[in-house]
């Protein structure tokens, strides 16, 4: 246990890269081998796209960076957050720490995209790929980029978060990301099982099916029992989905980086609501 707290403590920002371009490069093979969806999209250009969304995210975090320090290093020797409270052994400190981390800046933040006008005008972006697969899971506009990390800046003050936990927690989240996106024909069963503990591919999916209510459900990063527990959580036939989102499903642009920069800032189409849930 010490071990892995003097890793993340003392984490290479080089490491942090190597992870995610692992990710990618392993789910990419995988869900090109074992595909639930076969597209017919060309998989380079439909990746560089996300790739685009992804480094924008990276160059926006990058020097937010020292906020997360400043806020770790203000709430460890404060003694501010449940973790700086609550007397617990390491172990208890990394799956509470974890756990609140989690909710605050991954389900929290999502569900609240969702319901505020202005914030789901640019978590758009995310939901507008028609093709999702691994390189899908960082597609965000730079905009949202911004307030997802005031959530876990958020996160990591409710916490009390000394680094290693946070540095812990978002290498966990970026490779469940790309998990979760990838379009892999996951066995049905282990994703049954996993999906009481951690967001599966066969559980988030629904998330981005082109219309609501399903849209508006399973909002899980990282654990998934966030939507058992708020009631967000349904199961639904992967096979019978279609990705998108109803207002937005043109194709030229949801595949142009500058169109979908520009969505933000244009006038709002509020998405159709559909009574019946049993059709798809």
């Known amino acids: 246990m010490q071990a892995l707290i003097d890793y993340f403590s003392n984490m290479p920002s080089v490491h942090r890269s190597i992870f995610l371009v692992s990710g990618l490069t392993i789910f990419w093979v995988i869900e090109s081998t074992m595909p639930l969806f076969h597209f017919t999209y060309k998989k380079w250009k439909h990746a560089w796209v996300n790739i685009f969304f992804t480094l ?19 709430v460890v020797q404060d003694g501010i957050g449940v973790l700086q409270w609550v007397s617990m052994p390491l172990w208890a400190q990394m799956v509470v720490g974890l756990l609140i981390m989690d909710l605050i800046s991954a389900w929290l933040i999502h569900y609240t995209e969702h319901h505020v006008k202005w914030m789901w005008r640019f978590h758009l972006i995310h939901h507008m790929d028609q093709q999702i ?35 812990l927690y978002q290498t966990l989240s970026v490779i469940l990301t790309q998990f979760n996106h990838s379009n892999w024909r996951f066995p049905a069963r282990l994703d ?17 099916h082109y219309r609501q209510p399903y849209s508006d459900q ?6 998934s029992f966030w939507d058992r527990i708020f009631g967000t959580y349904v ?4 096979e019978k989905l279609t990705y998108g989102v109803d207002t937005h499903m043109d194709p030229q642009q949801t595949s142009s980086i500058w169109e979908m920069l520009k969505v933000p800032f ?7 609501w559909y009574e019946d849930e049993e059709k798809l």
């Open 56 to 74: 924008t995210t990276a160059a926006i975090n990058l020097p937010l960076a020292f906020i997360l320090v400043m806020a770790s290093d203000w």
């Open 133 to 167: 697969d691994t390189t899908s899971g960082n597609r965000h506009h730079p905009g949202e980029s911004v307030f997802r990390f005031a959530f876990t800046t958020l996160a990591v003050v409710v916490a009390g978060a000394p680094m290693w936990l946070v540095f």
């Open 192 to 208: 049954k099982v996993l999906s009481w503990v951690i967001v599966t591919p066969g559980m988030h999916r629904v998330h981005h």
């Open 218 to 223: 399973n909002y899980g990063n990282l654990f």
């Open 235 to 238: 199961e639904v036939d992967n």
């Open 266 to 272: 244009q006038k709002y189409r509020p998405s159709i």
